[in-house]
């Protein structure tokens, strides 16, 4: 079967640039949790990180959720929802803080503010290479995009550069900036002549600032970049970020025939709804799952995307038990993703 362009999405998650030499998120736990006990600067945090984490913790038991993952988002989440303090939407409905976190938050919460900043600042150092030697395996995606041919659209959920840094070497990357300005347009996207691919950063990236009302992209990594975290953050109407989810939905639910996820835990639940809206909308459509198995039996695996996706059957999903980098050095090609394309169910033969 023939391939376009129009019919593969690509969707990363953070598995996708771990063996460039970025941290997945429950590392970045396991790194925080070691500086807050012997690092000068984080020390002061230890008892409040303590807390948060077994609030956050707490909180999942009483849903009954008590497989529910920590990790350095919902960690900064929460710090920012309690940093709102009285423009917080629920505040006319508390009576009071709990005392603990009042004794540790300090005057007015400086606390919260100061220990937010350290982990945003030692999230920058994680995300940011100084070289992307690692994450030459990347290029894999220049070669598909020369046999492909036509315009290809990859979603990203991570901050880091690895991507638009290989690929853009050899190929024309939309980012949505005008050159010149280096103002972001969503008009930009709709221009794809001589253009490989269409890059859309979902959360945010590590090179972006705003000045004013204005999205900007910077030639080196931001301090303090613009990044969001969490679900009332990401679906909140603002560009680029409820431009870039629409854009998401649409290739979902009108363009694409199968949707390459690499490295993506299926931790955000605004993606899965929009993922199993198309899913269950379109029989020919499929994700073809890229991650190791681990000791996890492969159909097991496949049931669980569909449970989390609430699909029909778990026939919609393939599952690639490698890497990131073995699957896209050694396995992905044109012919390989051709050969994972389904027809409609109603499709005469």
């Known amino acids: 079967m023939e391939i376009k362009g129009e019919d593969l999405i690509f969707l990363f998650g953070a598995g996708v640039s771990l063996e460039a030499g970025i941290p997945i998120s429950n590392k970045m736990v396991e790194e925080i949790e070691s500086l807050v006990r012997g690092d000068a600067d984080w020390k002061p945090y230890k008892d409040l990180y303590f807390y948060l984490r077994s609030s956050i913790q707490y909180s999942d038991g009483i849903m009954g959720k008590f497989d529910e993952p920590f990790n350095v988002e919902r960690l900064l989440v929460v710090i920012s929802q309690i940093e709102e303090r009285e423009r917080n939407i629920m505040y006319p409905f508390i009576g009071t803080w709990n005392i603990r976190l009042l004794d540790l938050a300090g005057l007015n919460f400086d606390n919260i503010s100061k220990f937010k900043k350290l982990i945003r600042k030692q999230l920058n150092e994680w995300v940011g290479l100084r070289n992307y030697d690692q994450a030459s395996y990347f290029t894999s995606f220049s070669t598909l995009a020369g046999e492909v041919g036509t315009l290809i659209k990859a979603f990203t959920l991570n901050y880091d550069l690895c991507f638009e840094t290989i690929v853009g070497r050899e190929k024309e990357i939309e980012l949505g900036f005008t050159k010149g300005t280096n103002e972001w347009h969503y008009s930009n996207f709709e221009n794809n002549h001589e253009k490989s691919y269409n890059l859309y950063k979902l959360h945010g990236s590590i090179d972006w600032y705003t000045d004013g009302n204005k999205l900007m992209k910077s030639d080196r990594q931001e301090q303090n970049p613009e990044l969001i975290f969490g679900i009332q953050h990401k679906m909140t109407s603002v560009d680029p970020y409820f431009y870039y989810s629409s854009k998401l939905r649409e290739a979902c ?52 995307i569909a449970n989390i996706l609430k699909l029909r059957s778990k026939d919609q999903v393939i599952w690639e038990d490698y890497k990131a980098k073995q699957f896209l050095t050694e396995i992905m090609n044109k012919d390989f993703l051709a050969n994972n394309l389904a027809e409609p169910d109603d499709v005469p033969f």
């Open 253 to 304: 639910l009108n363009e694409a025939k199968l949707i390459v996820v690499i490295g993506y835990s299926y931790a955000d639940d605004y993606v899965n709804n929009i993922l199993s809206q198309a899913l269950n909308a379109r029989s020919e459509l499929r994700i073809l799952n890229v991650a190791p198995l681990f000791e996890i039996q492969i159909e097991d695996a496949r049931q669980n």
